[in-house]
C-alpha cells in the first residue's frame, strides 16, 4: 500500500533517527502527494530514504508516528500494537487485578500510538483521540480490544473529543462496542462511581492512583484538606486511611457532587467528610481550620509555551497561600500536569513560593505518573506529571 510522502529538509532526519515521533512543519522540504489532517502518510529524508509512518496533521506537529517499520494497510497491524500494550500492563499487574479495576491501557506516545488514550474502567474500555488520523481508526480499535480481552471486557465507549480537529470535530460520544455498564470501578480497594461519558478526560484521573495511596500513609489520625479535588479521589483514599476530618474543594458544584457520592459508596459521609465551593487560592488565604494535609492538584496551568510564565506565578501563588497557613509539621502534596512545566521549574516555583513565605520547607517525595502512564525513552515531552510531598516547620 503506497501513501503520500513528506520529505524533510537535509539534516532534519536526525530527531526520527533518534526515534522521536514528532515532525515539525519547519522540517518539512515537501509533500509528494496529497495529505490532509488526519490521512497516513511516510516520511523520508531528503535523498528519499524512509524514516518512519504517522498520521499527518494541522498545526506545529505536522506528523505524529506511529511506526519506525512501515505500516501494511492492515487491522492486525493495530491489534499488534493494542496487544503490545495489554501485555505490558498485565505484566505490570494491572490486568485481571480485583483490587484495582482502573487502569490506562495506552498513553499515547508512550505506547507508540500518539493521539490515542484508553483508560479501563471494570469491563468498559474508554477511548479519547486527540488527532484525526486516530480518530478515523476508533472503530478498528474497538474491535482489536474486544479480541484481546475476549468476555472480560463487554464494552467499548468513544468519546467523540471536541478538540480533534478536522473530521473528528464534535462528534459526540458513542458506544462502539457493547452498552452501558456499572460504571463504579475499584482502586487500590476504593471504590469510584465514573463518569466516562461526561466527566473530564476519560472520567478519572488515572495519573494520581499511586499518589492517592501515598496520601493514605500520611492521613491517618490528620485533618485533610483536598483542593482542586474533582471527584474526591484523594479524598476517600484520606478517609479509608483513617483521617479525623476530610473536606474537599472545588469551584465546580457537579465535582462536589460526584466527590459526596464517592466518599458516601466507600462509607464515608458528613460530617467526617464535607464539601467547599469555592476559589481554591482565596480560600487557602483565610483558612479557619488547622489542617494537617493539604492536596494542591490544580488543572493545568499552561498548554503552551506562550502561557509558562503565566502558569509559573499560578503555581507560586497557590503554594505560597498553602505554606504560609499550614500548621507547624503540617504536609502539603503539589502537582503540575502542565506538561511545558518541567520538573526543575515546578520546584523553583515551590522553592519560591517557601521563600515568600518565609518558612522552612523540605521535600520528603518527589513524584510523578504510575507504570501504566509509561514515557517513551525518546519522547520526554510524555513525562508531564510532576509533585512534590513537602514538610512545612
Known amino acids: 500500500m503506497s501513501f503520500p510522502k513528506i520529505i524533510l529538509k537535509p539534516g ?4 526520527l533517527k533518534r526515534f522521536h515521533p514528532w515532525v515539525f ?23 528519499g530514504t524512509y524514516l518512519a509512518t504517522g498520521h499527518c496533521a494541522d498545526g506545529s506537529i505536522t506528523v505524529r508516528v506511529f511506526s519506525f517499520e512501515g505500516y501494511d494497510g492492515s487491522d492486525t497491524f493495530w491489534q499488534a500494537k493494542l496487544q503490545n500494550a495489554f501485555d505490558l500492563r498485565k505484566r505490570l499487574g494491572w490486568v485481571d487485578n480485583a483490587d484495582t479495576t482502573i487502569y490506562r491501557l495506552v498513553h499515547g506516545e508512550g ?3 500518539p493521539g490515542l488514550i484508553i483508560d479501563i474502567y471494570g469491563s468498559t474500555a474508554v477511548i479519547q483521540t486527540h488527532s484525526s488520523g486516530m480518530f478515523e481508526q476508533r472503530a478498528v480499535i474497538a474491535k482489536a480490544l474486544m479480541n484481546i480481552y475476549g468476555g472480560k471486557l463487554l464494552a467499548v465507549y468513544d468519546r467523540g473529543d471536541e478538540k480533534v480537529g478536522g473530521k473528528g470535530t464534535g462528534t459526540a460520544g458513542e458506544y462502539l462496542q457493547g452498552s452501558k455498564q456499572d460504571s463504579v470501578a475499584r482502586e487500590h ?63 465546580s458544584q457537579k465535582a462536589l457532587d ?4 464517592n466518599a458516601k459508596i466507600n462509607g464515608f459521609e458528613a460530617p467526617i467528610h464535607d464539601v467547599i465551593k469555592a476559589d481554591a487560592v482565596e480560600y487557602l488565604k483565610q483558612l479557619n481550620e488547622d489542617y494537617d494535609v493539604i492536596v494542591l492538584d490544580p488543572p493545568a496551568f499552561a498548554k503552551h509555551m506562550s502561557a509558562r510564565h503565566k502558569a509559573v506565578q499560578g503555581y507560586i501563588r497557590i503554594n505560597e ?9 503540617g504536609i502539603i502534596f503539589t502537582f503540575s500536569c502542565s506538561q511545558v512545566i518541567d520538573k526543575k521549574l515546578f520546584h523553583d516555583s515551590v522553592m519560591a513560593a517557601g521563600i515568600n513565605a518565609r518558612r522552612k520547607v523540605r521535600i520528603l517525595h518527589q513524584l510523578h505518573q504510575p507504570s501504566d502512564h509509561p514515557v517513551s525513552i525518546y519522547h520526554p515531552e510524555g513525562e508531564y506529571l510532576k509533585g512534590l510531598v513537602i514538610e512545612v516547620e
Open 12 to 15: 532534519k532526519e536526525h530527531s
Open 111 to 113: 505506547d507508540g500510538l
Open 321 to 329: 497561600a498553602a505554606i504560609r497557613q499550614i500548621k507547624p509539621g
Open 258 to 261: 460526584l466527590a459526596v457520592v
Open 189 to 251: 480497594g476504593c471504590l469510584f462511581d465514573v463518569d466516562w461519558e461526561g466527566g473530564q478526560k476519560t472520567g478519572f484521573f488515572i495519573d494520581q492512583r499511586e499518589n492517592r495511596k501515598l496520601l493514605g500513609e500520611f492521613s491517618k489520625g490528620k485533618k485533610v484538606l483536598n483542593t482542586f479535588c474533582y471527584t474526591g479521589g484523594f479524598s476517600v483514599y484520606a478517609l479509608k486511611a483513617g483521617a479525623t476530618l476530610v473536606h474537599s474543594l472545588d469551584s
Open 25 to 47: 512543519s519547519g522540517a518539512i522540504a515537501r509533500v509528494e502527494g496529497t495529505a490532509h489532517d488526519g490521512d497516513i502518510v511516510e516520511v523520508c529524508d531528503n535523498n
